[in-house]
């Protein structure tokens, strides 16, 4: 391409010589020699086919320049926004003349022997979109509004001369959460995205990159105006989440002095990177000094991390390799891996990050390592890993609060220790002895012994397998016998094939396991089923009420993580009740006596023991109700009392002993406020007008309901008969009309 300028200019200046004019210009070959032709011959006389001036038919920008200067590269534009500074400080590329070579082989008359090809630019703008194209060296985009330029078009504006068929403008843009792009033939960045760009590189590509050089700069918020730069390099910031608001392109020919200020077009820190924290959000972080400690994410705050980026401009800009790194994210697992400043993990979705790893790749790799490690919620620092080793933990829910990262020079020793940078799962294998032999091991929330056939569950072996040094330990409570001593690793306990059933377990971690994991455990028991969830050498089963213990199932999870279910009645020492309820909406019944108050102290504080059993129908709650009733015959009235059978009760007073019967904790009604406080007096009352008990139509109740009189309350027995105190009467049984008119019934036991 080169010596076909050669054979233009030559052509040229063979015109001239013809007709007559002096050629007394210095121009320099390629070779350093030079050839004498007249500057002005050539920048004055020359006319178009149409009698304008040769220098009419040039760019604007080299039509305007003083003859007397054409030769020198300063005869390029400065840009709108360019200080005289900017042009004092332009390099003139203007070289000494050479005594070697001859002219008419290396004539290099003038680089502007071609008018520079004119651009159209089109900047799509944050809250604008795109605005309309404009020319070489114009604005565009915005400055001083805050608006971020997100997306860039350029093209040629007009029609390039033969010989440049198939060049090209190819721009690569460094986009905020998304990182540098991939090299685009007239396009960077994104629209509809709100994703701003951050730097851009732009480059000429094809023939015409041979002879002219394409020139940039960005406006970047809070610092402006950058200097320019030129055929690919870098102009804007990384690290710093400062958005490109406009930029200047043009193009001039090869070797033409800068249109401005060169200084500073690329800005970038030695690392960079952000961290987005559950109830905080981003946090953005840079570093000057490559080998600086970076923290990602928080520690002390209980705030775990659920995204990060990470960039090190100062040694991956040079384009000699990338640091890419991936999150593991909790409900998702692995993602794909991401490079240069790209998100890691997810937002919006409260998702922690559980685990992650880091790589450098390209020549940076073979010059340094890159070291980090986790800090994992309720465990603190894990250790340290590299180049693409996993740190954290996997399939144990324990969330990543921050990550640790240092940039070394190749085989440096490890910043501390490398002992356990990530946790797995260990394998708890355990087998039980049921129905006279030891069944086959499980694992992992497996089920070992039996459910819905009464065996009982009669010995239990435990084994420990995992990265983690670590062991298991474990005891079990034995009918006829109670604990017995803890064993660990495979040993059995219990007394199998002794007739001796297990009733409760204990089970508990040791070593480095403890420190990293919880095992979680619950047994199957006679009667009750499943037992809520319990964990960490803590009870479960039951004592002192003779239920076998008939399966159980175990978990390890990562330290402080959920249980892996309820958690409620795990272990008890007495029969608990879970037999027939009333909706939650009304009182509740049990098969444990209630317990009044602390204040209700002295006489006046007798509870009906219950007399329902643990897994008591409605009908036996109906029946233990009316069973108090009939234990209250004969008792004498006094108001307000409530007292044991033979003692004294009025009419709520009897009823509330018999409630008491079935468990039935009435909390501020009880008979130590109904004697003393006047507002309890007539607690019939009160329960008719409150709605207590269910309400329920006076031609449709039932046994066991009650039966509201004008401050008056009775217990209906069926076939019309009621049982209640009355003034002089005492307890007895009458006629359901006896007691005058009846104004409603509630259903204390809800069917």
């Not at 919006?348 to 890159?370: C, H, M, Q, W």
């Not at 250790?383 to 933990?393: E, H, L, P, T």
């Not at 330290?559 to 009645?569: E, F, V, Y």
Request: charged fraction near 15%.
């Amino acid at each position: 391409m080169r010596n076909r300028r050669w054979r233009i200019v030559g052509v040229l200046a063979a015109g001239l010589l013809l007709a007559g004019m002096p050629t007394m210009v210095m121009a320099e070959s390629n070779q350093g020699s030079t050839v004498t032709v007249d500057h002005d011959a050539y920048v004055d006389t020359p006319q178009t086919d149409e009698g304008d001036s040769l220098s009419d038919t040039l760019p604007s920008e080299l039509a305007e320049t003083p003859a007397d200067s054409i030769s020198s590269d300063q005869g390029a534009v400065l840009g709108p926004d360019d200080t005289q500074a900017d042009a004092d400080g332009l390099e003139s590329s203007q070289q000494p003349a050479s005594d070697s070579g001859t002219a008419s082989e290396d004539i290099d008359l003038l680089e502007t022997s071609l008018p520079a090809p004119k651009l159209a630019v089109e900047a799509h703008v944050s809250e604008l979109g795109w605005q309309q194209a404009v020319g070489s060296g114009d604005v565009a985009g915005t400055t001083g509004k805050g608006l971020g330029l997100e997306a860039l078009k350029v093209s040629f504006a007009n029609a390039l001369p033969d010989g440049f068929e198939d060049s090209h403008i190819e721009l690569r843009g460094l986009v905020r959460s998304v990182g540098w792009q991939d090299w685009q033939e007239g396009t960077a960045g994104t629209t509809g995205q709100s994703h701003a760009l951050e730097a851009l590189q732009v480059r000429l590509s094809g023939p015409i990159a041979e002879s002219f050089d394409i020139w940039y700069r960005v406006h970047s918020a809070e610092l402006g105006w950058l200097g320019w730069t030129s055929n690919g390099e870098m102009a804007g910031t990384s690290g710093y989440n400062l958005d490109v608001q406009a930029v200047q392109i043009q193009i001039l020919p090869a070797g033409s002095a800068a249109p401005g200020s060169i200084d500073r077009p690329f800005v970038a820190p030695a690392v960079s990177f952000s961290s987005h924290i559950a109830d905080v959000g981003w946090v953005n972080g840079v570093s000057d000094d490559q080998g600086a400690s970076i923290l990602i994410g928080s520690t002390g705050q209980s705030h775990h991390l659920e995204a990060f980026t990470l960039a090190l401009p100062e040694l991956t800009l040079a384009g000699n390799g990338s640091v890419t790194y991936a999150a593991h994210v909790s409900n998702i697992g692995w993602q794909s891996a991401v490079a240069d400043g790209a998100i890691a993990g997810t937002t919006g979705r409260g998702l922690p990050v559980e685990a992650a790893n880091f790589k450098l790749t390209g020549e940076l790799s073979n010059r340094y390592d890159i070291w980090y490690r986790a800090h994992l919620s309720n465990i603190g620092w894990l250790g340290w890993a590299c180049n693409g080793q996993n740190v954290g933990s996997v399939g144990l829910s324990i969330p990543v609060e921050a990550l640790e990262i240092r940039i070394v020079s190749k085989g440096s020793a490890a910043p501390g220790t490398t002992t356990t940078p990530l946790l797995e799962v260990p394998t708890l294998s355990y087998a039980g002895y049921s129905q006279g032999a030891w069944q086959s091991p499980v694992t992992n929330m497996g089920v070992a012994g039996t459910t819905g056939v009464g065996a009982p569950l009669e010995g239990l072996t435990i084994a420990y397998e995992g990265v983690v040094p670590g062991t298991v330990s474990y005891r079990a409570h034995v009918s006829d016998v109670g604990w017995m001593n803890e064993v660990s690793n495979g040993a059995s306990t219990g007394v199998p094939g002794q007739g001796h059933q297990i009733e409760a377990v204990a089970i508990s971690l040791g070593g480095e396991a403890q420190k990293y994991f919880d095992v979680w455990y619950r047994v199957h028991v006679e009667g009750y089923g499943w037992l809520g969830w319990t964990c960490n050498g803590q009870y479960a089963g039951t004592s002192k009420i003779g239920f076998q213990v008939e399966a159980i199932q175990i978990k390890v999870t990562g330290k402080g993580a959920p249980a892996p279910g309820d958690t409620s009645w795990s272990y008890f020492e007495y029969l608990r009740y879970i037999g027939w309820q009333n909706p939650p909406q009304y009182p509740q019944v049990s098969n444990q006596t209630v317990v009044l108050p602390s204040y209700c102290t002295g006489a006046f504080t007798y509870v009906s023991p219950s007399q329902i059993p643990y897994n008591a129908t409605r009908e036996d709650c109906v029946n233990a109700f009316i069973s108090r009733a009939y234990d209250y015959l004969g008792t004498q009235y006094i108001e307000p009392w409530s007292t044991a059978p033979g003692g004294a009760v009025d009419c709520s007073g009897l009823v509330l002993q018999c409630l008491y019967a079935t468990g039935m904790d009435m909390g501020w009604y009880n008979p130590y406020n109904h004697r003393w406080l006047p507002s309890q007096t007539y607690n019939s009352m009160n329960w008719y007008r409150n709605n207590t008990f269910m309400p329920v139509s006076v031609s449709n109740i039932k046994r066991g309901d009650v039966v509201y009189y004008s401050g008056h309350i009775a217990i209906y027995l069926g076939g019309g008969l009621i049982i209640d105190s009355w003034p002089r009467q005492g307890v007895t049984i009458q006629s359901i009309n006896s007691r005058g008119r009846v104004i409603g019934a509630a259903r204390p036991y809800v069917d």
